[in-house]
């Protein structure tokens, strides 16, 4: 790039877009890059206060800061992402789908410690809509050496995406509620529809349906029926924590189901069970999950529904960003809580 006085640059090729803000009204770009300076263009660009403009004269090997984020952006979207043309030097990365965000953290720090690279995301790990804004990349100068971007072509060879939007499956799911109160009518079921409606976000057909007293039998016999129906998502709620009467944990391991976690590091959710068996997820839903609005079970769910099989360092890590604040409003998954 050569840097000219702005009257003298009628005839030549603007190297950047030339941003103009008009307080209240306009902020965009008044001067896109490539753009060749007319002599009715230089009073506008003086106005806009640019008295001198960098004009297009690139030297081997210098990749210009638009195409330079068009090269980022293929190396960077895995399946389920895409990038918007560059504006401005930018470009955005938007989601193609409804799916489950994956960020892989340490690559990402990678690429951002090269330098003159800015990748900035939301936090992974959670459900994002088709069109939800993701991040945003750019380089930081006007331009960077090609050497920089091959740089980044290395980080990547062979991995995962750096960013991929995971599809949710279609799943047959069992609800089990436990609770003697609730067997035996002395209690409506409050539970069961607060569950229903939370799976209904994904593309799940409930098979199994089922009102159990606090017996490890009933409760056991309940999965495996579940199970043999062909549900390949089971919920249990109640009967989780520490009463004589909470047989849930218990009913669940006896069914021979790989333990990952009774116990998480989040708030509300500390009670959640996460088993599988014979590979079916297996949820043992606490009391809290009915109440209140966002628990360890929406930051699992997703995950679930996208068919990641969740290990107990997954559940550990749910510590760091495991405090649900009980925003008047809230706006998860837009918030700390269960990202890491
Ligand atoms: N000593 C301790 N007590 C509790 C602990 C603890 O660590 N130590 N943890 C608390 C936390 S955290 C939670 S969460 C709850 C877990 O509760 P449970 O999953 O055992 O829930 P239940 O005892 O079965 O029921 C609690 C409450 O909710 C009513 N309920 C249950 N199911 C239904 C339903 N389907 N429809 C309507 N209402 C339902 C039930 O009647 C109880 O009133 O434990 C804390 N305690
Ligand atoms: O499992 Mo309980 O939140 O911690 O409500």
Same mark, same amino acid.
């Given at each position: 790039m050569e840097v000219i006085k702005t009257r003298d640059a009628v005839g030549m090729v603007i190297g950047h877009d030339l941003t103009e803000i008009v307080p209240g009204e306009f902020k965009g770009v008044a001067f896109k890059k490539g753009h060749v300076v007319r002599q009715e263009d230089v009073d506008h660009l003086l106005r806009i206060g640019k008295e001198h403009l960098y004009v297009m004269n690139l030297k081997e090997g210098e990749v210009h800061e638009d195409d330079a984020a068009t090269l980022l952006g293929k190396m960077i979207c895995g399946p389920g992402v895409h990038f918007t043309p560059p504006s401005e030097g930018k470009i955005n990365l938007v989601a193609s789908e409804t799916g489950l965000l994956k960020i892989n953290r340490d690559l990402q720090d990678e690429v951002n410690d090269l330098g003159d690279i800015c990748l900035a995301t939301i936090h992974g790990n959670r459900s994002i809509d088709e069109k939800g804004l993701i991040g945003g990349c750019r380089v930081i100068p006007l331009t960077v050496p090609q050497q920089k971007l091959s740089e980044v072509t290395v980080i990547l #060879?062979? /991995? #995962?995406?750096l960013i991929q939007v995971k599809p949710y499956q279609p799943k047959r799911a069992a609800i089990i509620v436990t609770g003697s109160e609730v067997f035996k009518g002395r209690l409506e079921d409050k539970f069961g529809p607060v569950v229903a409606e939370k799976l209904a976000k994904y593309d799940v057909e409930l098979i199994h349906r089922q009102i159990v007293p606090d017996e490890t039998q009933c409760i056991r016999q309940a999965v495996e029926d579940a199970k043999t129906a062909g549900a390949n998502l089971i919920v249990v709620t109640g009967g989780m924590s520490v009463d004589p009467d909470d047989k849930t944990p218990g009913a669940i391991k006896q069914t021979g189901a790989e333990m990952v976690a009774y116990g998480t590091p989040v708030l509300p959710g500390a009670m959640l069970l996460l088993a599988y068996l014979d590979g079916i997820p297996v949820f043992g839903l606490p009391g809290c999950v009915m109440f209140a609005h966002t628990t360890a079970f929406d930051i699992l769910l997703p995950r679930v529904m996208a068919d990641e099989t969740i290990t107990r360092r997954d559940i550990s890590r749910l *510590?760091?960003? *495991? /405090?649900?604040?009980?925003?008047?409003?809230?706006f998860f998954p837009d918030c700390h809580f269960g990202k890491c």
């Amino acid at each position: 790039m050569e840097v000219i006085k702005t009257r003298d640059a009628v005839g030549m090729v603007i190297g950047h877009d030339l941003t103009e803000i008009v307080p209240g009204e306009f902020k965009g770009v008044a001067f896109k890059k490539g753009h060749v300076v007319r002599q009715e263009d230089v009073d506008h660009l003086l106005r806009i206060g640019k008295e001198h403009l960098y004009v297009m004269n690139l030297k081997e090997g210098e990749v210009h800061e638009d195409d330079a984020a068009t090269l980022l952006g293929k190396m960077i979207c895995g399946p389920g992402v895409h990038f918007t043309p560059p504006s401005e030097g930018k470009i955005n990365l938007v989601a193609s789908e409804t799916g489950l965000l994956k960020i892989n953290r340490d690559l990402q720090d990678e690429v951002n410690d090269l330098g003159d690279i800015c990748l900035a995301t939301i936090h992974g790990n959670r459900s994002i809509d088709e069109k939800g804004l993701i991040g945003g990349c750019r380089v930081i100068p006007l331009t960077v050496p090609q050497q920089k971007l091959s740089e980044v072509t290395v980080i990547l #060879e062979n /991995q #995962e995406p750096l960013i991929q939007v995971k599809p949710y499956q279609p799943k047959r799911a069992a609800i089990i509620v436990t609770g003697s109160e609730v067997f035996k009518g002395r209690l409506e079921d409050k539970f069961g529809p607060v569950v229903a409606e939370k799976l209904a976000k994904y593309d799940v057909e409930l098979i199994h349906r089922q009102i159990v007293p606090d017996e490890t039998q009933c409760i056991r016999q309940a999965v495996e029926d579940a199970k043999t129906a062909g549900a390949n998502l089971i919920v249990v709620t109640g009967g989780m924590s520490v009463d004589p009467d909470d047989k849930t944990p218990g009913a669940i391991k006896q069914t021979g189901a790989e333990m990952v976690a009774y116990g998480t590091p989040v708030l509300p959710g500390a009670m959640l069970l996460l088993a599988y068996l014979d590979g079916i997820p297996v949820f043992g839903l606490p009391g809290c999950v009915m109440f209140a609005h966002t628990t360890a079970f929406d930051i699992l769910l997703p995950r679930v529904m996208a068919d990641e099989t969740i290990t107990r360092r997954d559940i550990s890590r749910l *510590g760091h960003g *495991g /405090q649900c604040l009980k925003c008047d409003t809230c706006f998860f998954p837009d918030c700390h809580f269960g990202k890491c």
